[in-house]
C-alpha cells in the first residue's frame, strides 16, 4: 500500500492520517454533490410508498364517509321479547336502560379495526312495518300515509327544536298506553302538513288506534349524518309504493316517540323492533386494514363475533351491514389503480439506480490513475474496496438518513418499514457502487490503460448471455401485460415491461452505435474542413463503457415520460369525454326531467351572460311512442301489444348541427333533417332504428304527432348523450317550446349563469361540463395516483437530465485537452466551438431518436393491456360509457423529453466551448498529462 498522508501528533511523532477523513478533505465538492444525490434518491425512495399509504388511506375513509349511511351503519337488531315472557318484563326491555346498556357492550365489542362513531350511533325501538295515519286531513296520493314510530336515543343532541318542545312521558309508559307525545322534523311537518299541537291517529294498534301529540318541530343539525340518514324516512318524508298488485304510492315518514315511550310499540301491529345501529369511525382506519376490515365485517354477520353479539342483545340478535360491499368496491378499484402506478415507479427507480451506478463510474475514471496505483503497489482489492466502501458509506448513510427524516415529515400517517427499506435499498446501492465498479476496472494490475471505445469495442459471450436472458425477460413481460392485463400489483415482470423494453433498445443502439459513425466518418474524411470528421471520429472513439449506462438512463427515462404522458393524456382525455357526455355542450339548462318547458325569458337570460357564445334550444319528449299498425319491418303490431316509449327531440336544424359537429357527438349535415310530402327526415340511434327500420313511421307524443323516416344514424347526440333517441326538426312539432337549453362558451360563469336562471322565473338545473369534469378528479384515490405517477415522470426527467450531465461531464477533461492541442494547430474559437457541439451531438441524437422510436413502441405494445377507467373516472363501475379511456400515444410526451435532451447537451458543449476559450491551453497540456 502507498503510505497515506501524514500528519504530527501532540508527542512531535509522525502517524498516519484517517483515510476517510482525508479523502474527504481532498475532495469536498465530490462528496457534498453526492451527498444531494444520495439524500434526494433516498427521499423519493423513501416518500413514495408512505405517499400512497396516504392517498390510499385517504381514499378508504373518503370512500366509507362518503357512502350512504344507510350503507355503511352497523345494523345491529333483535325482534320484540317473546310472549312467553311476563309482560313488565317485556316492557323493561324496551326501556332506555336496557337498550344503553347493550348498546355500550356492543360498541365495546367490535373487533379491531372496526370503531364506532359513538356521536352518530343510536339505539332504540322502531316499527319494522309502517302503520297507517287515519287522519282526514293528511295528505295522500293514492293512498293515505303511513309512518314509521321510533324511539331513537339522542334526539336532543341531534336536532334543534324551532317550535314547541321535545317529546316527554308523563309515568310509566305500558303497552295499554294510548296517547303519546312525538317530535317530527320540519320537512315532515311541511310535506304532512302537520302542526304543532297536531294530534294524529296511527292505526294497527289493540282496541283503539294510537293517538300521537306533536309537541315539536325540530330541524336535524347534521342530517346527512348516519343519525338521521341511516333510516331517511325519519328525517324527511318519501314516497313509497305497495310492495305487491297495482302499484299504490303513499307518503311515508317518522314520528319521534321519546326514549322512555317505547313499550307503547309492543301492542302494535306494526312488528317491533330492538336496534342499536353502530356508525363506523373511518378516522382511524388504514389502507392496510382492508383484508382485516372484510373478515371481521364478514364474521360479525355470520361468524363467531355473531355469536359474541347475540350474548349480548339475545339469541335472535341478527348484524345486517352493507359496509362489505363499500369496502370490496374500494378494494376492486385500489387493485385496477396499483399495477398503473407500479409502471411509472419502476421507472424512475430504475433510472435513479443508473443515475447512482453512473455517479460511482465517474468517480472511478476520475481516480483510475490513485486506484491503478495502489494495485500495482500491492494493494489487495478487498484492502480498496473497504476503504472505498467506508469513504461512500461516510457519506451516503447520513445523507440516506436525512432523506427518510425528510420523507417522514413531508408525507405523514404512512406505515415506516416501506420507507425505511427505500432508504435502505438506496443507501446499499450507493455505497456498494463504487467499490464494485472499482473492483471490476482494476481486477488486476495494469500498466496503462488499454483503449477501450466502441471502434475496437467486442462485446464478450457472458454479454451477449446477459443480454438475450434480458430480451427474453422482456418479451416475457410485454406478452404477460398484452394478454393478462394489469391485473396484478404485485406482478414486477409486467410493472417492468416499459423499463426492460428500453434496456433492450440501449444494449441494441449500444451494439449498432458505431456503424453509422464508421459510415459517416469515411465521406467526412473527403471534406475540405477538418471538423466534422474530427467530431465523427471522436463519437466513435468514447469509452464503451461511458455510452451504455448514460444510453440505457436516458432511454429508460424517455420511455417512462412517454408511458407516463400518455397514461396522463388518455386519463384526461377519458374524463373530457365522460364529462361532455354529461352535459352534451359546456353548460346545460334544463326543466326537471326535462318534461316542462322553459319560461319565455329562459334563452335570452341564458345568452346574455357573459362568456356564452351560442345557446341551443332543443325540446326533449322521453314518453313519445311509435303509433300502432305497421312497423319498419313490415311486421304489423296490434294496439294491446305492449309498447316501449323513446326519447324524441326536437330541434332547429341549423344551429343544433353545428352544435353536433363542434362537440363530436354524432355530427351531421342539417339537411338531414329536412323532409318532404308531410314527412319528416329523422336521425336516430343504432337501437331506434333498427326497432322502428327504414320505412315511414307514426309518432305520438306530448309535444305532437309526427310522421318521420330515418334517413341517418349516429350513436350519440348532444341533448341526450347517453341514451336512444330519435332526431327531428321541431318546427313540425305541434308543441315545439323547447325544455333544455345547451350553451358554448370558453369561459363560463357558473354564478352567473345560475343566477341568471333563477331570474327566469323556475326552478331549472345547470350543469357546466367544468364542473363535471372537476367532480371526475376528486377522489383521494384517482387524484393520488395521478399525483404520484405525474411525480414519477418528473423525476424520471430530472434523474435523465443527470445522466446527460454526468456523461458530458465524464468526458469533458478529455475534450479539453483535445481541444488545447487542436488550438495549438490552428484551430480557431469558432471551430472549436463547432467541434464541442458536433462531438455531443451524435450521443444526444442517439438517445433522443431511440427514446421516440422505444417509446412509441413501448405505448403500442402495451396499450391492450393498460385498463385506465378506473384510474380515470372515480365513478365507473367497472364497465362505462366512455369509449375513450384507452392509453393513446402522446405527441408531446414523445418530442418534448428528446428535444429537450439534444438542446442540454448542446448548450453543455457552448459552455464548455465557451469556458474553454477563456482559458490558456497551457493549463490543459501539463507535462505528463495523460488526458
Known amino acids: 500500500m502507498t503510505p497515506g498522508p501524514v500528519e504530527l501528533s501532540r508527542r512531535g511523532e509522525r502517524r498516519v492520517a484517517p483515510w476517510v477523513r482525508t479523502r474527504l478533505r481532498t475532495a469536498p465538492g465530490t462528496a457534498l454533490a453526492f451527498a444531494v444525490l444520495v439524500l434526494v434518491t433516498a427521499f423519493l425512495a423513501a416518500a413514495l410508498p408512505r405517499s400512497v399509504d396516504a392517498y390510499e388511506t385517504e381514499g378508504l375513509r373518503q370512500e366509507i364517509a362518503g357512502a350512504p349511511p344507510a350503507s355503511t351503519v352497523l345494523n345491529l337488531s333483535a325482534p320484540q321479547p317473546g310472549l312467553e ?57 293514492d293512498a293515505p300515509p303511513r309512518f314509521t314510530l321510533a324511539a331513537q336515543s339522542g334526539l336532543a343532541a341531534h336536532s334543534t327544536v324551532r317550535s314547541g318542545r321535545l317529546p316527554t312521558t308523563e309515568g310509566k309508559v305500558t303497552a295499554d298506553t294510548r296517547e303519546v307525545e312525538a317530535a317530527v322534523t320540519a320537512a315532515t311537518a311541511r310535506t304532512l302538513r302537520i302542526r304543532l299541537g297536531s294530534v294524529v291517529r296511527v292505526d294497527g294498534f289493540r282496541d283503539a288506534p294510537l293517538a300521537v301529540r306533536i309537541t315539536g318541530i325540530v330541524e336535524p343539525r347534521r342530517p346527512q349524518g348516519s343519525y338521521w340518514s341511516a333510516e331517511p324516512e325519519l328525517r324527511t318524508p318519501g314516497m313509497a309504493a305497495a310492495p305487491v298488485g297495482v302499484p299504490v304510492f303513499y307518503w311515508h315518514a317518522g314520528l319521534l316517540l321519546a326514549p322512555g315511550a317505547a313499550p307503547v310499540l309492543l301492542d302494535s301491529q306494526g312488528q317491533p323492533e330492538r336496534y342499536w345501529r353502530l356508525a363506523p369511525a373511518a378516522g382511524r382506519l388504514t389502507a392496510q386494514d382492508v383484508p382485516a376490515l372484510a373478515d371481521r365485517i364478514a364474521s360479525l354477520e355470520s361468524g363467531p363475533e355473531l355469536l359474541g353479539m347475540r350474548e349480548i342483545a339475545g339469541d335472535t340478535a341478527t348484524l345486517g351491514t352493507e359496509l362489505d360491499t363499500v369496502v370490496g368496491s374500494y378494494t376492486t378499484r385500489r387493485r385496477a389503480i396499483a399495477p398503473v402506478v407500479a409502471v411509472g415507479t419502476v421507472g424512475v427507480g430504475a433510472v435513479a439506480a443508473v443515475v447512482l451506478a453512473m455517479t460511482s463510474g465517474l468517480i472511478t475514471a476520475r481516480r483510475a490513475t490513485e486506484l491503478a496505483l495502489l494495485r500495482a503497489r500491492g494493494g489487495s482489492l478487498r484492502g480498496i474496496a473497504g476503504r472505498l466502501l467506508a469513504e461512500t458509506a461516510a457519506v451516503a448513510v447520513p445523507a440516506a438518513t436525512c432523506g427518510l427524516l425528510l420523507a417522514v415529515l413531508a408525507v405523514g400517517e404512512a406505515r415506516p418499514v416501506p420507507a425505511v427499506l427505500g432508504a435502505v435499498a438506496v443507501t446499499v446501492l450507493a455505497c456498494v457502487a463504487l467499490p464494485v465498479r472499482a473492483i471490476a476496472r482494476h481486477r488486476r494490475p495494469r500498466a496503462h490503460e488499454e483503449r477501450d471505445d466502441l471502434a475496437h469495442a467486442r462485446p464478450g459471450r457472458r454479454r451477449t448471455v446477459a443480454e438475450l436472458t434480458v430480451l427474453v425477460l422482456a418479451a416475457g413481460a410485454v406478452v404477460t401485460l398484452r394478454r393478462r392485463g394489469t391485473a396484478d400489483a404485485g406482478d414486477l415482470l409486467a410493472s417492468a415491461a416499459p423499463v426492460l423494453v428500453g434496456l433492450i433498445a440501449a444494449l441494441v443502439l449500444a451494439r449498432l452505435y458505431p456503424l453509422p459513425l464508421r ?66 355542450s359546456d353548460a346545460r339548462i334544463s326543466s326537471p326531467g326535462d318534461t316542462t318547458p322553459l319560461p319565455a325569458g329562459a334563452e335570452r337570460a341564458v345568452r346574455a351572460v357573459a362568456g356564452v357564445r351560442e345557446v341551443t334550444a332543443v325540446r326533449i319528449d322521453r314518453t313519445a311512442e311509435p303509433a300502432s299498425g305497421a312497423s319498419g319491418t313490415g311486421k304489423s303490431t296490434s294496439s294491446t301489444e305492449k309498447r316501449t316509449s323513446l326519447t324524441l327531440i326536437g330541434v332547429e336544424p341549423g344551429p343544433y348541427a353545428r352544435l353536433a359537429r363542434q362537440t363530436g357527438l354524432g355530427a351531421f349535415p342539417a339537411a338531414e333533417l329536412k323532409g318532404t310530402g308531410g314527412v319528416l327526415n329523422a336521425v336516430a340511434s343504432p337501437g331506434v332504428a ?17 310522421t318521420v323516416r330515418i334517413t341517418a344514424v349516429r350513436p350519440r347526440t348532444p341533448a341526450s348523450p347517453d341514451a336512444e333517441f330519435l332526431l327531428i326538426d321541431a318546427a313540425a312539432l305541434e308543441h315545439p317550446r323547447p325544455t333544455t337549453l345547451l350553451a358554448t362558451g370558453g369561459s363560463l360563469d357558473a354564478r352567473a349563469l345560475r343566477a341568471a336562471v333563477r331570474g327566469a322565473g323556475q326552478e331549472l338545473s345547470v350543469t357546466l361540463r367544468d364542473e363535471e369534469r372537476a367532480a371526475l378528479s376528486d377522489s383521494p384515490l384517482q387524484s393520488g395516483a395521478e399525483r404520484i405517477y405525474t411525480a414519477s415522470v418528473v423525476a424520471g426527467a430530472g434523474y435523465a437530465v443527470l445522466a446527460l450531465l454526468l456523461s458530458l461531464l465524464q468526458s469533458a477533461p478529455e475534450r479539453a485537452a483535445i481541444l488545447a492541442r487542436l488550438r495549438t494547430m490552428g484551430l480557431t474559437r469558432r471551430q472549436g466551438r463547432r467541434l464541442l457541439g458536433l462531438d455531443a451531438l451524435p450521443q444526444a441524437l442517439l438517445a433522443a431518436g431511440g427514446g421516440v422510436v422505444v417509446g412509441w413502441a413501448t405505448v403500442r405494445l402495451l396499450a391492450p393491456g393498460i385498463d385506465l377507467d378506473r384510474l380515470a373516472l372515480p365513478t365507473a363501475p367497472g364497465g362505462t360509457a366512455v369509449a375513450g379511456a384507452v392509453l393513446r ?4 410526451s414523445l418530442a418534448l423529453p428528446a428535444a429537450a435532451v439534444v438542446l442540454l447537451a448542446g448548450a453543455v458543449a457552448a459552455a464548455q466551448a465557451w469556458w474553454a476559450g477563456r482559458r490558456a491551453s497551457i493549463t490543459e497540456l501539463r507535462t505528463g498529462d495523460t488526458r
Open 889 to 892: 400515444t402522446d405527441v408531446w
Open 690 to 706: 333498427e326497432r322502428l327500420g327504414r320505412a315511414p313511421r307514426r309518432i305520438t307524443s306530448p309535444a305532437g304527432d309526427v
Open 519 to 584: 459510415w459517416a466518418a469515411r465521406p467526412a474524411a473527403r471534406w475540405r474542413g477538418a471538423v466534422g470528421f474530427l467530431s465523427l471520429a471522436r463519437a466513435g472513439r468514447t469509452p464503451a463503457t461511458g455510452t451504455a449506462l448514460p444510453l440505457l438512463a436516458l432511454l429508460t427515462a424517455l420511455t417512462t415520460a412517454a408511458f407516463g404522458g400518455s397514461v396522463l393524456a388518455g386519463v384526461s382525455d377519458a374524463r373530457d369525454r365522460a364529462a361532455l357526455l354529461a352535459t352534451g
Open 85 to 141: 315472557i311476563r309482560q313488565p318484563n317485556r316492557e323493561k326491555a324496551l326501556r332506555p336502560a336496557a337498550l344503553a346498556a347493550v348498546h355500550r357492550e356492543a360498541m365495546h365489542r367490535l373487533p379491531e379495526p372496526l370503531r364506532a362513531d359513538s356521536t352518530e350511533s343510536a339505539y332504540g325501538v322502531r316499527t319494522s312495518e309502517s302503520l297507517v295515519g287515519l287522519n282526514a286531513w293528511l295528505p295522500k296520493i
